[in-house]
């Protein structure tokens, strides 16, 4: 089976580890992951803040790198970018493209699912091998739990990782409020929001608050750095891909097919 990985903006930017273990984890589990060039983002940026239209050619890309039917599937590891093309593409497709571009975006929508997902419901497992003796916090984003309702999936995917002890987080639904750019718009708000959020993580004395989506963990991740409580934070992939034989080093995060697999 062929497995596109889509990387998103801010993880090809900003965080590309966790994304290459996201394609470390896949071919483990024996897919064919492959890697369209064209793609950029999901357009979530701009269809949230009010810019619906200019999200058109965004929307446009994402089809065109992986309408090809040669892919099975669309992996992303990020709830909301998994939640923007499966809410949003047709909608906009329909309010402001063309026929062509809806029927186009239906496609690509129904093959995209989320990194917990796809393990859970299209490998049909929960226990991908990995290894990691820490203690583990889960943060559930918003677009995760309301927009595609992963659910238990990822808890699922960590509670079988030897040697993880998972931790329940007080006030889990609460957003960590990052929100893309709300966080610009009402800085006091996401402040406050992000805050409670850090301080409910410290409360778990974990030493690793872990989630499926770059975007919020950057958010946490900047908030727990400025309150000096020494907690990391980690995308679940990086964890899935570690190992007893290739254990995560958390200095240097550095991933390759051949060291990992």
């Known amino acids: 089976m062929r497995v596109a990985l889509f990387s998103t903006c801010i993880g090809d930017a900003l965080f590309p580890d966790a994304h290459k273990a996201s394609a470390v984890v896949l071919a ?3 897919y064919e992951v492959v890697f369209p060039e064209t793609q ?3 357009g979530q940026m701009h269809v949230n803040t009010g810019y619906q239209e200019q999200a058109v050619p965004i929307i446009e890309t994402y089809v065109d790198a992986f309408s090809d039917p040669s892919i099975d599937y669309v992996v992303v590891p990020s709830g909301s970018c998994t939640g923007a093309v499966r809410e949003q593409h047709v909608r906009i497709a329909e309010r402001y493209g063309s026929k062509a571009l809806a029927d186009g975006a239906e496609q690509t929508a129904n093959k995209t699912y989320d990194l917990s997902e796809f393990i ?3 490998a049909g497992t929960t226990d991908v091998g990995a290894f990691f003796p820490h203690r583990v916090t889960y943060h559930s984003s918003c677009h995760s ?3 595609i309702k ?3 999936r990822p808890k699922e995917l960590l509670r079988n990782v030897e040697g993880l002890e998972l931790v329940d987080l007080p006030n889990e639904e609460e957003c960590c409020g990052f929100g893309g750019t709300f966080a610009v718009k009402m800085p006091e708000v996401s402040a406050a929001m992000v ?3 850090a301080m409910h993580i410290k409360e778990t004395k974990a030493e690793y608050v872990t989630a499926g989506d770059s975007s919020c963990l950057m958010n946490i991740a900047g908030a727990m750095s400025r ?6 934070a980690l995308h679940m992939a990086e964890i899935l891909a570690s190992t007893k034989e290739h254990p995560l080093t958390p200095m240097s995060a ?4 051949e060291k990992m697999l």
Do not use: M, P
């Open 28 to 30: 483990r589990l024996g």
């Open 40 to 42: 950029t983002c999901c």
């Open 120 to 122: 859970v419901d299209v």
């Open 145 to 147: 739990r309301r927009f």
């Open 150 to 152: 992963v659910g238990e």
């Open 195 to 197: 805050s409670d959020k």
């Open 227 to 232: 309150q000096h409580n020494g907690i990391r």
């Open 254 to 257: 550095a991933y390759s097919k």
